[in-house]
């Protein structure tokens, strides 16, 4: 996960630019929400903004950094995704569910509640766009907090003592920095601290997402494998031509517009501080990607 920058004042104004009456309906949408103490649903229009998400998100998805390339057909298979559920929140981890059975954190992760954050469902600031494995087969309505739930929030900033254990990467209402808690070895995702609150929540989105599942760890080797060439080219150039268009390549991979950028700048950073280690690693990704 790579943060995604924007203040909510420039937010609204994209919103504002792309649908004029949004911001109002959607302010009416809620009233009726908070006069009826739930989310009561209605023609859902959401989906008038996913084009701001997507753009601003370079077609990724928010957790697990997946690309869909181009906006027509990212707009088709990646889903407007709240991150506060709006209409009931279930308790996490189910170990009814193969991916899940058997984790059991040591930390609080919160009940389930049958409301869900209704004041929440139309607040730009509760929006990411995501991948239909992470949103519609793993998110759902989980959403694990180690702290008191409070379901009748109405601005996610003024809701931090719940202590979200997943990350929201959109803005910076979120403390954390996903890259402050999540690194990478290789291709597996793992905490990038040993202990304490940012270990457990490190945790926590590795396990809730299965970032190391074999569908994102074979498609990181194919991104590591490309990187360790371009930057095998530039510390050996054949050429001047070819050192720098390795330096474009390798900076494209890295960039935050391309996949699974954590995880790139990861191992540009391992190659750079530890040649030997790199090596190795690459060699066992390209001898299992023959």
């Known amino acids: 996960m790579i943060r995604y920058s924007i203040s909510l004042y420039?937010?609204?104004?994209?919103?504002?630019?792309?649908?004029?009456?949004?911001?109002?309906?959607a302010y009416e949408r809620t009233q009726l929400y908070i006069t009826a103490k739930d989310f009561t649903g209605g023609t859902?229009?959401?989906?008038?903004?996913?084009?701001?998400?997507?753009?601003?998100?370079?077609?990724k998805c928010a957790y697990c950094e997946t690309k869909l390339q181009g906006a027509m057909l990212?707009?088709?298979?990646?889903?407007?995704?709240?991150?506060?559920?709006?209409?009931?929140v279930a308790a996490w981890p189910n170990?009814?569910?193969?991916?899940?059975?058997?984790?059991?954190p040591s930390w609080p992760?919160?009940?389930e509640s049958k409301t869900g954050y209704y004041k929440l469902a139309y607040h730009p600031?509760?929006?990411?766009?995501?991948?239909?494995?992470?949103?519609?087969?793993?998110?759902?309505?989980?959403?694990?907090?180690?702290?008191?739930?409070?379901?009748?929030?109405?601005?996610?900033?003024?809701?931090?003592?719940?202590?979200?254990?997943?990350?929201?990467?959109?803005?910076?209402?979120?403390?954390?920095?996903?890259?402050?808690?999540?690194?990478?070895?290789?291709?597996?995702?793992?905490?990038?601290?040993?202990?304490g609150a940012a270990y457990e929540r490190a945790i926590t989105n590795i396990e809730f997402f299965q970032l190391n599942h074999e569908d994102l760890t074979s498609r990181r080797a194919q991104e590591i494998s490309k990187l360790w060439m371009a930057l095998e080219e530039v510390s050996n150039p054949r050429s001047k031509k070819s050192g720098?268009?390795?330096?474009?390549?390798?900076?494209?991979?890295?960039?935050?517009?391309?996949?699974?950028?954590?995880?790139m700048n990861?191992?540009?950073?391992?190659?750079?501080?530890?040649?030997?280690e790199a090596e190795q690693i690459a060699d066992l990704i390209i001898d299992a990607l023959r």
């Open 10 to 25: 420039d937010l609204v104004n994209r919103i504002n630019a792309l649908k004029p009456t949004w911001i109002k309906r």
């Open 44 to 59: 859902d229009f959401w989906g008038e903004i996913k084009s701001i998400y997507i753009e601003l998100q370079h077609e």
């Open 74 to 88: 990212a707009s088709k298979v990646h889903e407007v995704e709240h991150y506060r559920p709006k209409q009931s």
């Open 95 to 104: 170990n009814n569910i193969s991916y899940w059975a058997g984790f059991k």
């Open 109 to 111: 992760v919160g009940q």
């Open 125 to 195: 600031l509760n929006y990411a766009i995501a991948c239909t494995r992470c949103n519609s087969t793993l998110k759902s309505n989980y959403f694990p907090v180690r702290g008191k739930r409070k379901t009748a929030g109405d601005h996610p900033s003024k809701m931090l003592a719940e202590l979200p254990l997943l990350v929201y990467p959109i803005s910076s209402v979120d403390p954390d920095d996903p890259a402050d808690l999540i690194t990478f070895q290789g291709v597996l995702a793992v905490p990038k601290h040993s202990s």
């Open 244 to 263: 720098e268009k390795a330096k474009k390549i390798a900076a494209n991979i890295c960039s935050p517009s391309s996949q699974f950028t954590s995880c």
């Open 266 to 276: 990861a191992f540009r950073k391992l190659y750079q501080n530890n040649y030997v």
